[in-house]
């Protein structure tokens, strides 16, 4: 499952790196290569991380450690994706997809209790809306990508963005107001995904709008090839939503 991911994130990458207008230097290369190349998460953090002492001048080395970050996020290790999207944004100050990126995890990580919880959400909320503002004037990163492929990529960088949000108001328990950035996100995007919804439903269920919850499900349960995991948990905030209409 983390190889299959990795090598889709190295098809990915090399994508990218053969659009950019300024090519690698031969020795640079053979570098990124190295991480693009790595089969695991600790090969391709290790390669990023040589990558970035050995060419710290280098305008690749946002993209080494977004290669870095992301391989961290998708193996589930939240905390070392978080610090390497930080070091994007360092490299890199007007990078996008890192603030949504943390503004996701920042919001997803932050625990009610924590005492320094609306510093969080605040520094969350601040990274969604500054990367959503920097979306629809973005140039297209690889000229072999059509006018409209862009156009959608740009619809669910600004969905990411309103999701982001949304979670931002689940965890202030601003339920109305979740919904809303959630039902934005699914409308946003150019191919809703399934766990949008179910964050949609929660923040219904939660706002006493249990009828809607259940709507949003719906969609959810009717879509076709729906892993096991996805559904057991619509089937659950499903439950939920029907509990909580029966004992209005």
């Known amino acids: 499952m983390k190889t299959n991911v990795i090598a889709g994130m190295a098809l990915l990458a090399m994508s990218v790196l053969s659009a950019q207008p300024k090519p690698p230097a031969p020795e640079e290369l053979k570098a990124l290569q190295e991480i693009v190349n790595a089969t695991t998460v600790d090969a391709r953090v290790a390669a990023a991380d040589n990558f970035v002492k050995g060419f710290p001048k280098s305008e690749y080395r946002s993209f080494a450690l977004t290669m870095a970050a992301e391989a961290y996020e998708m193996s589930g290790n939240v905390t070392k994706a978080i ?16 603030m949504l990126m943390l503004a996701a995890e920042t919001a997803r990580t932050t ?19 500054d990367g959503m503002a920097l979306v629809p004037a973005a140039t297209k990163p690889n000229p072999q990508l059509t006018d409209a492929q862009w156009e959608d990529l740009k619809k669910d960088d600004m969905a990411r963005g309103h999701e982001a949000l949304g979670m931002i108001a689940l965890a202030r328990k601003k339920y109305d107001a979740a919904a809303g950035e959630f039902k934005t996100a699914t409308e946003t995007a150019s191919q809703p995904q399934p766990a949008t919804y179910i964050r949609l439903a929660g923040s219904y269920t939660d706002a006493g709008k249990p009828d809607q919850a259940i709507a949003a499900l719906d969609k959810v349960l009717a879509m076709p090839n729906l892993p096991d995991q996805i559904k057991q948990v619509a089937q659950s905030e499903k439950a939920r939503a029907e509990k909580a209409k029966t004992s209005k």
């Open 83 to 98: 610090i390497y999207y930080q070091q994007v944004l360092e490299a890199s100050p007007k990078d996008y997809n890192a």
């Open 111 to 129: 625990r009610e209790f924590d005492l320094d919880k609306e510093e969080k959400l605040a520094k969350a909320e601040k990274f969604a809306k």
